[in-house]
């Protein structure tokens, strides 16, 4: 999604910009723009890439100004649609979307200005500079300006001649980095880690000023409002790519990292504490009778695998909605209920909506599990549990995963204990399945060279079905979703079972069908749906488990992975069909951490 990058500094403030959003590269983009400011107004913009905008920026020299990449919501992508948009001698940047834009442009259009975009932002610009009729300091603009936008943004002004910065926030990230010449807001912090690691995350409503030596903020309610200043401790190294050709790539193979820092806590424990999912947890995990888990897309995914665990476990109910679903849908409220939203971002506005929504039916036992501290959904829950995968930077997500998995399983056990459905030995076993789980993904990674292999297989195919049954059902979900994604290739995810009840209708040997067969109860009715698709000529791909009993036949290829990991068998079944979506996405030659269309972040509806 778009990504906001300003700065005013005793320094040249260019190259900030620029290398912010770089940083910011990842959230998804399709065009780029800085407006800046010595002492008139300069605007460049770009379609494309960052870089492209950096090479008319060359030579440039400031101390103030703003920079955006713009994901195409009201309007194509185009350099005329690009971001900054001005009004007079003022510049706006702006993520979200503006949900009355149409009535304030009639509005505007009415006053007498011309629209030289399709955006909404456009009328953001016009509507501050018809303010600054009547209320001629920029800050009090934007303050009323914000009382009249409806919709989720975070903006970022700026005014010829004038020494500030102005920003605001409602539904949208956007946070201040304090240094030491110069203060700086972003929508994300690897934007600013180059400059500092001093960080005040803006709540809803808040309006700032920021100038080279002093930063304001107003909170909605129009009072002086003191903001938590955090240290930031994101890694440099963390957003660097690194020896590796792409971040997909980097992060599937730093899964084990990831999974061993997320599962840190527990290193040395003999038993599970509910205190892992925070202060509160020991009350409010207490007597939990229902679970209702909240996400969108792969975090969905992670919630629909750990509905079987919960179930199976902890013999509580559990259900999965798609948050963009379940905050439209009246639905039966249970003030009881644990409602648990995972997000890798935090700020994904479905999720956080989702929450919102909950709770506003009076459901107040949230708990968020989630990759980023202190985001919107972190801070909108009551509990937290904070994967430490690290940043994510590629769009298809992989060890945010495999890290929500191993939180959801601690989850599962630690409500199974509550309520004393867990024996000291199980509880014991749990745990040791658990550490050992970073070795296990480290063996499975070794499987490239073979996968590899398949994907060629895989390039000119037009669709692709992916089956799996019980807790694996949701890992074929998912292998179908990292296809499609990033291979461009229509892949579905099925239950096996389901198949005779219409997808067989379109298997030929034109289809390639994925299947993942760990050696559990369910091998044997697998096999069955296996044997369905091969008497319909079907080209079978198979994700076995070293002791399953499946073997390579015409037509039938298996693959085994090395060790059987029972109930966590998911988080190592997952890691060849990431794998195996990469290597298809190499061949095509697509933009494999930043597929078209799609955005890391999803801030808007
Ligand atoms: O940040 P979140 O986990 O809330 O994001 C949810 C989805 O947008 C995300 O998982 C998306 O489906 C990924 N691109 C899948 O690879």
Not at 19 to 40: F, H, I, M, Q
Request: charged share 20%.
């Amino acid at each position: 999604m778009c990504g906001i990058v300003a700065a005013v500094a005793e320094r040249n403030i260019v190259p900030v910009l620029i290398e912010g959003l770089k940083k910011l590269e990842y959230r998804g983009y399709d065009s780029a723009g800085v407006a800046l400011l010595n002492p008139t107004l300069t605007r460049l913009r770009s379609v494309g890439r960052v870089a492209e905008l950096a090479a008319q920026a060359e030579g440039q020299v400031a101390h103030h100004g703003i920079a955006h990449t713009r994901w195409a919501t009201h309007g194509v992508p185009s350099q005329r649609n690009a971001h900054p948009h001005v009004s007079g001698g003022l510049a706006v940047v702006h993520n979200g979307i503006i949900e009355n834009y149409a009535e304030l442009k009639a509005e505007l259009q009415a006053a007498g200005y011309a629209f030289s975009s399709d955006t909404d932002t456009e009328v953001v610009a016009h509507l501050i500079s018809e303010t600054l009729k009547t209320v001629p300091e920029l800050f009090a603009a934007v303050q009323a300006v914000a009382k009249r936008l409806i919709g989720a943004y975070a903006i970022a002004v700026i005014r010829e001649w004038d020494d500030c910065i102005v920003v605001t926030r409602h539904g949208a990230p956007l946070l201040l980095g304090l240094g030491e010449d110069g203060n700086y807001a972003a929508s994300d912090a690897s934007a600013l880690i180059q400059v500092t690691r001093r960080m005040v995350y803006l709540e809803e409503g808040d309006v700032a000023e920021l100038k080279r030596g002093t930063v304001r903020i107003v909170g909605a309610d129009g009072t002086a409002a003191e903001r938590t200043v955090h240290e930031s401790t994101l890694s440099a190294d963390a957003v660097e790519l690194g020896d590796y050709a792409h971040y997909m790539q980097k992060e599937i193979f730093e899964q084990p990292q990831a999974l061993a820092a997320t599962l840190e806590m527990i290193g040395g424990a003999q038993s599970l504490t509910p205190n892992l999912f925070g202060v509160a947890a020991p009350e409010m995990l207490k007597d939990v009778k229902s679970v209702l888990i909240l996400a969108c897309g792969t975090s969905c995914h992670a919630g629909m695998v750990a509905r079987y665990w919960i179930e199976q476990l902890a013999g509580i109910p559990c259900t999965v909605e798609i948050a963009s679903e379940y905050r439209y849908r009246v639905s039966v409220p249970n003030p009881e209920q644990l409602v648990v939203a995972i997000s890798q971002s935090g700020e994904t506005a479905d999720t956080l909506a989702s929450v919102k929504h909950a709770k506003s039916l009076g459901m107040g036992r949230t708990l968020a599990l989630c990759n980023v501290p202190e985001s919107a959904i972190v801070r909108e829950c009551a509990l937290r549990f904070l994967t430490r995968a690290g940043p994510e930077i590629g769009v298809a997500s992989t060890k945010a995963f495999t890290t929500q998995l191993a939180a959801l399983f601690l989850l599962a056990a630690t409500l199974a204990k509550q309520a004393g459905r867990l024996s000291a030995d199980e509880e014991a076993k749990h745990l040791v399945s658990l550490r050992h789980l970073p070795v296990a993904v480290q063996k499975v990674l070794a499987l490239e060279p073979a996968i590899k292999a398949w994907a060629g297989r895989f390039a000119d195919k037009q669709h692709a079905l992916f089956l799996g049954r019980g807790l694996h059902y949701p890992i074929a979900l998912e292998g179908a979703l990292k296809l499609k994604e990033i291979s461009y290739i229509h892949a579905e995810g099925y239950p096996a079972g389901e198949l005779k009840h219409g997808p067989l209708a379109l298997v030929d040997k034109n289809m390639p069908v994925v299947s993942v067969a760990p050696n559990d109860f369910l091998l044997e009715k697998l096999k069955s749906n296996l044997k369905e698709v091969a008497a319909r000529g079907g080209e079978l791909y198979v994700f076995a488990d070293a002791d399953s009993a499946v073997d390579e036949e015409p037509g039938l290829h298996v693959l085994r992975l090395p060790e059987h990991y029972g109930l966590l068998s998911p988080v190592l079944h997952v890691v060849p069909l990431q794998l195996l979506s990469y290597h298809v996405a190499l061949v095509k030659g697509t933009d494999v951490d930043k597929p078209r269309n799609l955005a890391k972040s999803v801030t808007v509806e």
